[in-house]
């Protein structure tokens, strides 16, 4: 397939189809080279009929808000399909919460509070539904699979289906999806509670997150995940000697910095782009830290935050690091 995928190779579509699009002004780091095309599809149907149309050698990438990204310098190769304004519609059918795609994990919890569902971890949730579904999101205790009801999901072959929990596969920061399947809309449910209760609730998680993580960053949330295979819950007992932070803390990588990337003072699973950093600068320092871990305590940390792409040195790689969640 040629470099630079020309547009009489795509099928038609009613969305919007840009060439060369630099991915860097997509991504939370502010990193990373052009996409081939970059594909808005207009509804799921014009995004099901553009899938089963396009060439099944053209790889396709599905793109959130990008949120748990780190798009490589090199760019990527194909069709990236990002979801726009269409899918970012909410409605409430008794306790559940009916959501687009491109929905903000956060405004879902914000209005869902206000119907009086508690769906409150999603607040400090970075990123969109779609991606929150596929990595199986959570913090603080709950996860996406606690909640999660059904989605309709639109296949690389255009067919569109519906999958439930059971079809999900999901796990510690995992489901099933094929990385090529795209998310449009995620119903979860809720549980009753009054919206001061579950206000005061998402105030305190922000308070918490505020405190440890540096949220006003260039971050793609946390790098690694966690061996001990779930998340923080925030409460007094909850153990910290298998946290992918902790490690990183004890093998002496709080603070590391390659170039202009760097694991946070703040919370060492956390990589920061101090305004100047590469693609490859933040993926060197990152396997740096792996492999400071693993010689210290025999722990090799797998990568939560998705890597994608061209290297820019002629090697490609056009499909998610397969120890890494597909993004957010």
């Not at 795609?101 to 409150?120: E, T, W």
């Not at 492999?291 to 040195?313: K, P």
């Amino acid at each position: 397939m040629s470099r630079h995928l020309p547009r009489s190779a795509l099928p038609d579509c009613r969305g919007r189809l840009t060439a060369r699009v630099n991915l860097s002004n997509y991504s939370w780091m502010r990193v990373g080279g052009p996409a081939d095309w970059l594909f808005q599809p207009a509804d799921t149907e014009d995004l099901a009929k553009f899938l089963a149309r396009l060439d099944r050698g053209i790889p396709v990438f599905v793109m959130g808000v990008g949120s748990n990204l780190i798009i490589r310098d090199g760019g990527i190769r194909g069709v990236v399909v990002r979801l726009g304004r269409p899918f970012m519609k909410l409605r409430f059918d008794g306790n559940a919460a009916i959501s687009g795609a491109a929905m903000l994990d956060a405004r879902v919890a914000v209005a869902a509070a206000a119907r009086g569902l508690d769906l409150a971890f999603l607040k400090t949730i970075p990123g969109s539904m779609g991606g929150a579904v596929r990595m199986n999101a959570g913090c603080y205790g709950s996860y996406i699979a606690d909640h999660f009801e059904s989605a309709t999901v639109v296949l690389r072959s255009g067919r569109v289906c519906t999958l439930g929990r059971q079809q999900m596969g999901f796990a510690y920061r995992h489901s099933d999806l094929p990385a090529d399947a795209v998310v449009t809309e995620v119903r979860l449910r809720g549980e009753r509670r009054p919206e001061a209760e579950i206000l005061n609730r998402m105030k305190a998680f922000e308070r918490t997150r505020n405190d440890t993580q540096p949220v006003k960053t260039r971050t793609a949330g946390s790098t690694f995940r966690n061996p001990a295979g779930r998340s923080s819950t925030g409460d007094d007992d909850d153990s910290h000697e298998l946290k992918a932070w902790s490690l990183i803390d004890r093998a002496g990588q709080r603070g590391r910095r390659l170039g202009g990337a760097q694991m946070s003072t703040q919370h060492p699973n956390f990589m920061i782009n101090l305004g100047t950093a590469t693609a490859s600068e933040l993926e060197e320092l990152g396997e740096s830290v792996r492999q400071a871990v693993l010689s210290e305590f025999n722990i090799l940390l797998e990568w939560e935050v998705v890597r994608i792409g061209d290297s820019g040195t002629g090697n490609s790689d056009a499909a998610p690091d397969a120890s890494a969640s597909a993004p957010a």
